[in-house]
């Protein structure tokens, strides 16, 4: 038997090389290429922030409109980054967690390529003018049947390999991502087809649109970034999930109370009113899976401080635990009728910060734990900078905080306490009054720009394999026996089912 032990091991870690090689070359396309959409994502969005301030600059060019650039930043932040980030991460956790080798790499890649064409004809689009107008579904109409037919070679995959598993087992991390790339087809289609397809009502249109943007955020995004960070905190720390019970509340509550939240911004227009009080109630209870999440996140990583302070996986995947604890309570604050907010937050720029938080503050401080994690994995090689990643953490976490919180959530309130009053105040006062906080934003997004361009440029760096080697994971703290001789290596599986 103790000859059986080490040969198990031996085989175990030859399995697991077969499979991070079988996804080296997609994986880190997606990682990559989306790092580079977030950087120009950025980019816009500070520039967007800054054409509030100064109008003036660029006038006379109409692809510099704040009414272009807005759009364009926060679909190329959906599809560029956040989408191909999704796309890297499923297909390397659930190829893991199910012990399967992806055998159509070189098709994935192809995909991979066509949807970063979408999305630059998308862009181009927008900025062109040609688009439609909708915050989260703001390219061109004709580009979403392309965007859905190429997810669907992606996509498959996760599915594939799910079906052909052999471990036995089905972790927690595997239920969010098999619904998370059931979900997204169904968001998709329907989104789409009743915006822009369906003749149907033009009120019922917008409706159509508000669930999109609700569904696209709680069923596709949210439970990408839960099934990264309930795979990563026990992997890391060596600990198993806290509660596998608080795990699966999540997921259920989640899918069940998940679909129907979006319509509460349809509140006070010409609809029966139950539905976006109906809505904004399941917005509130939305706080359940978020509270759950981090609670159990929380509990796993409890007493593991010093792990956390050296391994820049585990500062992420904590920092998203929180990110989703602030998401959970912006969404009672936000949608609750009798505090006002919610008839506040509806014209406002707290619905920005909102996106924000969830998107930049919860989602991708969960893809980046995921990416320090994975690429050491499909490269063989070590992050080259402790520095630039701590640069990465600092920027990011207090650069989203700023842009979230301060810029963003701040500044809304008192923006919808402008528009309300406004038999008192003029319109134009009300904007004004907005200027100290959309500069604010725009700080903030030029901090978090530095920050990822320092993460595009070390990513690059890894993919051309010119990480360094070394038999030990890339530390913050310089001396590597501050830490557990685990660092950030395999440890043990997360919960399962």
């Known amino acids: 038997m103790s000859t059986d ?21 997609p994986v880190m396309f997606f990682f990559t290429s989306g790092a580079a959409w977030l950087a120009i994502s950025i980019l816009l969005g500070a520039f967007s922030s800054l ?32 989408m191909q980030a999704a796309f890297g991460t499923m297909l390397w956790l659930m190829a893991r967690l199910t012990r399967q080798t992806v055998k159509s790499s070189g098709l994935i890649l192809v995909a991979g390529h066509v949807w970063n064409l979408l999305v630059s004809l998308g862009l181009l689009g927008i900025l062109a003018g040609r688009g439609t107008g909708e915050v989260w579904m703001a390219f061109p109409t004709q580009l979403w049947p392309a965007f859905l037919a190429v997810y669907a070679l992606i996509g498959v995959w996760a599915v594939v390999n799910f079906r052909s598993q052999n471990t036995g087992h089905v972790y927690i991390s595997q239920w969010f991502l ?11 289609i329907s989104g789409n ?3 822009f ?25 949210v439970p990408v970034g ?10 890391v720390s060596g600990r198993p999930v806290y509660s596998y019970k608080l795990a699966m509340l999540s997921f259920w509550s989640l899918a069940i109370i998940g679909p129907w939240a979006g319509m509460q911004k349809l509140y006070g227009g010409p609809v029966p009113q139950n539905l976006p009080l109906f809505g904004a109630a399941a917005s509130v209870l939305l706080a359940i899976p978020c509270f759950t999440v981090f609670f159990n996140i929380y509990k796993t990583l409890s007493g593991r401080d010093q792990v956390i302070a050296n391994s820049p996986t585990l500062r992420f995947t904590y920092a998203a635990a929180l990110g989703i604890f602030v998401l959970g309570a912006l969404s009672i604050f936000l949608n609750m009728p009798t505090m006002g907010m919610l008839a506040k937050a509806q014209f406002a720029i707290s619905n920005y910060g909102f996106d924000a938080a969830a998107l930049y503050g919860f989602f991708s401080l969960s893809m980046f734990g995921a990416i320090y994690f994975i690429v050491p994995r499909v490269t063989k090689r070590e ?13 990011s976490v207090y650069g989203s905080i700023s842009l979230a919180l301060f810029g963003a959530l701040i500044g809304g309130i008192l923006h919808g306490d402008a528009i309300e009053t406004w038999q008192n105040m003029p319109w134009a006062n009300a904007i004004k009054q907005m ?16 920050a990822n361009a320092f993460f595009f440029i070390h990513l690059a760096l890894m993919w051309l394999r010119l990480g360094r080697r070394s038999a030990h994971p890339t530390l913050l703290n310089a001396d590597h026996g501050s830490t557990s001789p685990h660092g950030e290596a395999e440890v043990l599986e997360p919960t399962k089912a």
């Open 226 to 235: 839960i099934s990264a960070i309930y795979y990563l905190a026990p992997k």
């Open 383 to 395: 992050w080259l900078s402790r520095r630039f990643i701590r640069w990465h953490f600092t920027l």
């Open 5 to 25: 032990a080490p040969s198990a091991i031996a085989e175990d870690a030859k399995r697991r090389a077969e499979i991070d090689h079988s996804l080296r070359h």
């Open 193 to 195: 087809y009743f915006t």
């Open 435 to 450: 200027r100290v906080y959309t500069t604010a934003i725009a700080a903030a997004w030029f901090f978090i720009l530095f």
């Open 178 to 188: 098999i619904a998370a790339a059931f979900w997204f087809p169904w968001i998709y």
């Open 51 to 82: 054409k509030f301030y100064f109008p003036e600059i660029l006038e006379g060019c109409e692809w510099t409109t704040n009414g272009r650039l807005f759009p364009a930043h926060l679909n190329v932040f959906i599809y560029g980054w956040g």
């Open 197 to 221: 397809v369906y003749e149907g009502n033009a009120l019922m249109n917008s409706a159509a649109s508000y669930w999109f943007r609700s569904a696209l955020l709680y069923l596709f995004f």
